[in-house]
């Protein structure tokens, strides 16, 4: 049983890892839009008047709430995967 449950917890690290690798590259990704949004000057925005701004506002919000909306997802997803392994280690403990 325990060979198993090692099995499992080593797939479980290597998933880990990959998303972690994903998560870096979008790390990069936002760190490079925020520095493209940074170099926005300041003054006299040509967004199309007030309704271009606030629909670039809008379009951003969006996006934003998308990539915090996959940060649950992927909470959800590790939970998920290591429910069973924890409920497997567990279930020793009670039994004794």
């Given amino acids: 049983m325990e060979h198993h449950l090692t099995k499992i917890i080593r ?3 290597v998933s880990q890892q990959q998303l972690a690798r994903l998560l870096e590259a ?3 990704k936002i ?3 925020a520095d493209m949004v940074c ?3 300041g ?3 040509t967004l199309g008047g007030l309704e271009g701004i606030i629909k670039h506002s809008g379009d951003h919000t969006k996006n934003i709430a998308a990539y915090l909306n996959s940060l649950a997802d992927l909470e959800d997803a ?3 995967m ?4 924890i409920k ?5 403990e009670e039994q004794e």
């Fill in 82 to 85: 290591l429910e069973p392994a």
């Fill in 26 to 28: 979008e790390r990069h």
């Fill in 39 to 41: 170099d926005i000057p």
């Fill in 43 to 45: 003054h006299g925005p």
């Fill in 88 to 92: 497997e280690l567990r279930e020793p």
């Fill in 31 to 33: 760190g490079k839009m």
């Fill in 78 to 80: 590790i939970a998920d």
């Fill in 11 to 13: 797939q479980l690290v």
